[in-house]
Structure formats: structure tokens, C-alpha cells
């Protein structure tokens, strides 16, 4: 007598059939994709990357502190006006985060003793050149607001100085070299355009001789710089 296989054996044969072949897909299939979080999303500017160039323009204030100072002869304390002036600078980036920054820039300054036996003496004028080099360590090249610090060396240089007249017929400085600290950031405007602000500190002594060293005068001039401006990556 033939044997008939129970109905509820039936029922989970005929499931098994139906979804064997799905459950074999979704094995057989490979995993999704993952999303590197560290990439950029298309369509975003990427920031800094090694190898980037970066030229700006930015408006900057040399505002000399004038620590201290000693005239011989004549004592009192020498004061160095503060100057806003244009300035070009060009960036390069060795590494996502390290980069060194150049920049170039001119000021013209007034110069006068304070306190002197003769009360206050107007020295003169004279013309700033301070190429400055820092390097420096930015903390996110790929954010849209990039900090960064940096140190480096400047070099002044002194030109087109011109005495007062009246008792000061000669005026000379010394060209001096000197550390320089600076902090600032970029704000990333997209398309290879950035906005930035910088804060410079430079540490310089230069040195004056008036009427041919007659009178000298040495000054902890350590000028703040500040700026801000735009720059283009490239």
C-alpha cells in the first residue's frame, strides 16, 4: 500500500523550494560598499593636499611694539609709528599638514625720540623690507576652517631712510635678522578660493646711528603683525 507524506511535510517542502534560492543570493552576494569618511564628498573642495601651491593677497598692520630702547647722549626712548600696508605671500604644502610660507611685503615708518634732554626729537622716516619664512603645521588641511602655527626667521632690511633735519642730518639702521612666531587659519570658500587671517610676532633689535654715530640708539622694535586677505589654491 503506497505510503502519502503528511501534509505539513508537504507545506515545508514546497517553503524551502520558494526560498532556498533567495537565502542562497543574499549568501552568495557581496558585502556593501563601505564609505571612506576621511574623502571628501564629490563636490567638495578637498582643501590641502602635498604638493599644493597657495599665492594670496592680504592688507596687514606692522604695529611695532617698542619694548624698550637706549639713545646715548641725549637718553629718552625711541617710538616707531605703526603702518598699514599691502602684502604678497606664497605657500607651499610638503605634506597635507605641513607647508612653508614666504612673504613679501614694504612699510614706511616715522621714527622720534621721547624724553630726551632736548624733550621730544623727530628722527626721521624710513622704508621696512621683511621677507619672513615660517614653516608650518596645519591641524585640519581638509576642513572647511583650517588652524595653523608656524616659526621661522626674518630678515629687515632698511632703505630710503631720510633724516628730519634741523640737528639729525644723517640717520642709519642696521639690517637684522630675528625669529618669528605666527597663528592664523584658512576658511575653505570652495572652488580653490580661501579667506584667511594671520597674527605675526617678530623679534628684531635693530640698531640707529644719527649724524654719523654721533648718536645711537638700539630698540627692541618686535613688530605685531597682522592680516587678512584671500588666497587661491593651485
Not at 211 to 225: E, F, R
Request: aromatic share 8%.
Amino acid at each position: 500500500m503506497r505510503e502519502f507524506l503528511p501534509c505539513a511535510t508537504l507545506a515545508t517542502l514546497a517553503a524551502l523550494t520558494v526560498c532556498a534560492p533567495a537565502a542562497l543570493a543574499q549568501v552568495a552576494a557581496p558585502p556593501p560598499a563601505t564609505v571612506n569618511a576621511a574623502a571628501p564628498a564629490p563636490g567638495v573642495d578637498p582643501g590641502f593636499n602635498a604638493g599644493d601651491f597657495m599665492i594670496r593677497v592680504r592688507a596687514i598692520g606692522v604695529i611695532p611694539e617698542d619694548t624698550s630702547s637706549s639713545v646715548s647722549i641725549v637718553g629718552g626712548h625711541v617710538n616707531v609709528t605703526a603702518t598699514p600696508a599691502p602684502e604678497v605671500d606664497l605657500s607651499y604644502f610638503f605634506t597635507d599638514h605641513i607647508a612653508a610660507e614666504l612673504i613679501a611685503a614694504s612699510t614706511r615708518h616715522e621714527i622720534s625720540a621721547t624724553g630726551t634732554i632736548l624733550g621730544k626729537v623727530d628722527v626721521g622716516s624710513t622704508y621696512i623690507l621683511p621677507p619672513t619664512l615660517t614653516a608650518q603645521y596645519h591641524l585640519m588641511p581638509h576642513g572647511l576652517i583650517d588652524p595653523y602655527f608656524g616659526a621661522g626667521l626674518n630678515v629687515s632690511f632698511w632703505y630710503d631712510t631720510n633724516p628730519a633735519g634741523g640737528a639729525i642730518t644723517k640717520v642709519g639702521l642696521n639690517t637684522v635678522v630675528g625669529p618669528a612666531i605666527q597663528a592664523g587659519f584658512n576658511w575653505n570658500l570652495g572652488g580653490g578660493w580661501f579667506a584667511n587671517f594671520d597674527v605675526k610676532q617678530i623679534f628684531i633689535s635693530p640698531k640707529a646711528r644719527l649724524d654719523g654715530g654721533v648718536i645711537t640708539a638700539k630698540v627692541d622694535l618686535d613688530p605685531t603683525v597682522v592680516g587678512a586677505g584671500i588666497g587661491f589654491r593651485f
